[in-house]
């Protein structure tokens, strides 16, 4: 089955959803993802999107403070762009129906986040992701032009000047995209989706690891298809580890904001002991990189199962009405953030690298962009400030846009692209296989390829992702593809991507932290780590 529009774009988080919104008018779209259309990370964004709308505030201050995050890896001309656009996006957001938080009529109630140096997040109590993600899909389902078709999982990207049996590339040309191959999941059908624009906003990869904030969908499928296909990834040694997801047995992925820090939380160990002050001059409101680093020495020090952060010292109401959503969750597991401290623990959050793009989302592929965490724009260098994520969406969607809007009307599709192949393949008996290596892989990630790394542990990490591999290699060119396969085929693949970015960097920077090289090098390693297909480390 082949499906035709004038742009496909795969994911349907606030990147794909608002860029989407933008070329509707001027051509048909389809949006493809794995599972709800609002199953996405934006979804669990509480803290909100960081952007200048104080007196006190400035365009300058705010680039200072995401180049001091990014440990020196941040494109300037980036991130200056990116600051600049940020209260129009906001306001396009607001002038669709997004309703954020307000001090006043006037004026936006603006919080602050660790490494802001002024208040400038702009929320929506603390479910900010939650009301932008359900504006815009509001605005997707009613638009005529926009077709979404869920539970839909991409396989690989469809590329010209290449030859393509089930995703593998055979020539070396340099390649065109030109669409995806999808798997609708209820029909169990590969489908050929074609499209002169394809725009991969798949989000992160949390799930490689075993503790994350991230969703299920989180798999890095966008990462590994891309670099599948030729295209350059950068800096996927850098993710970062949320410092405070919550520590309890029924609590799956639930994050605690960022926020509760900026409104004065306090971390405490077992003992009740504030100890922030140990490792950072600005205590609770360090970046997130070396909080997550304190919070881990601290677990390792006293050998207890998690920290605690504190803010019942601020009174009840105020608590309730920042954090509605917090409160409630909290109360669920039988903890009254009003009263009691939070029990928390370091988990994956996000991606500062991913597919290296362009000023406009561009990939090295043409008619490929990226936006959203899938991409390594150089915004976020070696750590991403907090609340920055949500703003190079909504920068890089509009930007991508614009491209894209002119590039569509120039490209013509080839007429002899090749339709799904699975001559000699059968239906799986060995599923075991799928669920052993996904549980392997997560686990030694986790305990190699964590928050604390070195030679050796990464090069035990190695030696098992390249076995791995191979297994699934094999596992896959003889069975028919599912989502399960997919997906661990995925994680694979950036697992892979993840370790040799590590390895590759002789330094301590932001969120890579090495025993080893315990210092930050800029003599050597100020410089992006770039991977294609063809280099092996």
Not at 33 to 50: D, F, L, M, P
Not at 274 to 301: G, N, Q, W
Not at 423 to 447: C, K, L, P, Q, Y
Not at 474 to 479: L, P
Request: aromatic share 8%; hydrophobic share 40%; proline share 3%.
């Amino acid at each position: 089955m082949r499906i035709h529009s004038d742009f496909l774009v795969l994911g349907s988080g606030v990147a794909g959803l608002m860029f989407a919104l933008k070329v509707a008018d001027h051509g048909s779209v389809a949006v493809v993802t794995k599972a709800e259309i609002s199953e996405s990370n934006t979804v669990r964004a509480q803290g909100g999107v960081a952007s200048v709308f104080s007196d006190t505030d400035s365009f300058e201050l705010h680039v200072k403070d995401t180049l001091a995050s990014g440990a020196g890896l941040c494109d300037p001309e980036v991130t200056d762009m990116v600051v600049r656009n940020g209260p129009e996006r906001i306001r396009e957001l607001m002038d669709m129906g997004v309703k954020f938080s307000h001090a006043d009529e006037e004026h936006l109630d603006l919080g602050r986040e660790g490494g802001h140096s002024e208040k400038r997040i702009v929320h929506a109590l603390d479910m900010t992701g939650w009301e932008i993600e359900s504006v815009l899909v509001s605005k997707v389902r009613s638009h005529p032009n926009i077709s979404v078709y869920e539970h839909h999982i991409a396989i690989d990207l469809l590329t010209h000047a290449a030859r393509i049996r089930r995703g593998l590339i055979v020539t070396s040309h340099e390649e065109r995209c030109c669409g995806a191959y999808v798997l609708d999941i209820a029909s169990d059908r590969v489908c050929t989706f074609t499209a002169p624009v394809t725009v991969m906003a798949t989000g992160g990869a949390g799930k490689v690891y075993p503790y994350t904030s991230n969703p299920d969908v989180a798999t890095g499928d966008g990462i590994a298809m891309a670099h599948r296909a030729g295209a350059s990834v950068a800096n996927l040694e850098f993710v970062q580890f949320h410092p405070t997801c919550l520590y309890h047995p029924e609590a799956k992925n639930f994050l605690i904001s960022e926020a509760v820090r900026g409104e004065g939380g306090i971390l405490r160990n077992a003992m009740g002991e504030a100890f922030m002050e140990r490792y950072s001059p600005l205590k609770d409101l360090a970046c997130r990189d070396v909080v997550a680093r304190a919070i881990d020495t601290e677990l390792k020090r006293t050998g207890d199962d998690s920290a605690f952060l504190d803010i019942s010292h601020k009174s009840s109401d105020f608590i309730k009405k920042r954090f509605p959503n917090l409160y409630a969750r909290c109360m669920k597991f039988g903890i009254d953030m009003t009263s009691d401290p939070i029990p928390v623990v370091p988990a994956a959050h996000y991606m500062c690298g991913g597919i290296a793009t362009d000023l406009s989302g561009r990939t090295d592929i043409s008619s490929l962009y990226a936006i959203g965490e899938t991409a390594c724009t150089g915004l976020h260098g070696a750590n991403r400030l907090a609340s920055n994520s949500l703003l190079e969406a909504l920068v890089y969607a509009h930007r991508a846009a614009e491209d894209a809007l002119e590039r569509f009307k120039s490209t013509q599709l080839p007429s002899n692209l090749p339709e799904w192949d699975e001559m000699g393949t059968t239906d799986s008996d060995e599923a075991v296989m799928v669920a052993h290596n996904w549980d392997e892989i997560r686990m030694f990630m986790w305990n190699y390829v964590g928050i604390v790394r070195s030679d050796k542990r990464l090069a035990r990490a190695r030696r098992r992702i390249d076995n791995i591999q191979m297994e699934i290699q094999e596992y896959y060119w003889n069975f028919r593809v599912t989502s399960d396969l997919i997906e661990l085929r995925n994680i694979a693949l950036v697992a892979e991507l993840i370790i040799r970015s590590a390895q590759r960097r002789k330094e301590s920077r932001g969120l890579h932290y090495s025993i080893d090289y315990p210092e930050r090098d800029d003599v050597n390693w100020l410089m992006d780590t770039v991977l294609k297909r063809s280099s092996r480390a």
